[in-house]
């Protein structure tokens, strides 16, 4: 099976694959006919602070400046976006590529004393972490917000394919939302990992500055522990997602003080506690 990697296109600046798929569809029989279908592109990308790999993700290669702000941020290596000194990014091409972020010296001697292994799957937010201390860290209390409104989730909602390209291209994506208190989509990331497009939305609302004090965050993924963990790391007070919620995040979301909402569908969700 041939891949051919397609021209940048977009905001981001993503690229598509194209492969030749045969397509079976069921009438009075089953007919099958030949046609060019859209990959999502997904590579390692590798996470090294002042010189030192400490993780890699399976990831889509767009975005890279939030995601490798937003990762730093949400799983506590740096405090703010002012301890990240610098960012430079390295196509290794084939091999994948490297993100050297240089950080404050303080930070960096914290973060070696965590131990991480250097394998992170696309879908799975907690690889790379090698024991149950540095999973089940102490996370700061989320600034007390309301549950949001359902006129405003049920708003975001409707807007948010509008804002899923990629997505609509290739039906393998993941998108993260900020929406406002109305439910007005303010930004998007995206991602074949949940928690990488949650990281990436992070990184842009700190690089662009966008008000965080009352909204929520819209996820097309289930409510999993690593990402109620991202949002309270981060401030993030309520989260809602499209599917529903595991018993873990629905603990964690109580004891960090997220507002969390689940199977946010047309007309209906669930509120969690």
Same mark, same amino acid.
């Given at each position: 099976m041939a891949i051919k990697v397609l021209d940048n296109i977009g905001r981001s600046g993503f690229r598509v694959a194209s492969v030749t798929v045969r397509r079976r569809r069921e009438s009075t029989s089953w007919q099958e006919s030949q046609q060019d279908d859209s990959l999502?592109?997904?590579c390692p990308i590798a996470f090294s602070y002042n010189g030192q790999t400490q993780a890699v993700m399976m990831a889509t290669p767009t975005d890279l400046e939030d995601f490798a702000l937003? =990762? *730093?941020l949400s799983e506590g290596i740096i405090e703010n976006a002012k301890e990240l000194y610098d960012l430079s990014v390295i196509d290794h091409g084939a091999r994948g590529i490297e &993100?050297? &972020?240089?950080?404050h010296g303080a930070r960096l001697d914290a973060l070696k004393q965590q131990r991480r292994t250097l394998a992170g799957p696309s879908g799975c937010g907690l690889c790379g972490k090698d024991s149950l201390d540095q999973v089940n860290r102490a996370l700061p209390t989320a600034t +007390? !917000? +309301?549950i949001p409104n359902a006129v405003a989730i049920q708003t975001a909602l409707n807007q948010l394919q509008n804002y899923?390209? &990629?997505q609509q291209l290739t039906g393998a994506i993941h998108a993260a939302a900020w929406c406002d208190a109305a439910g007005r989509i303010q930004c998007v990331r995206e991602d074949v990992g949940r928690h990488n497009a949650l990281d990436k939305l992070i990184g842009a609302l700190q690089r662009e500055c966008i008000d965080t004090e009352s909204g929520f965050v819209l996820l097309s993924s289930r409510a999993s522990f690593e990402l109620v963990a991202k949002a309270a790391q981060c401030n993030l007070g309520a989260l809602v997602t499209v599917s529903g919620a595991s018993s873990l995040a629905v603990q964690q979301a109580k004891q *960090?003080?997220? !507002? &969390?909402v689940g =199977?946010?569908?047309?007309g !209906?969700?669930?509120v969690y506690g």
């Open positions: 999502a592109e997904e937003g =990762f *730093s &993100l050297n &972020l240089h950080i +007390p !917000r +309301p899923q390209p &990629l *960090s003080g997220i !507002r &969390l =199977f946010a569908r047309d !209906r969700h669930l």
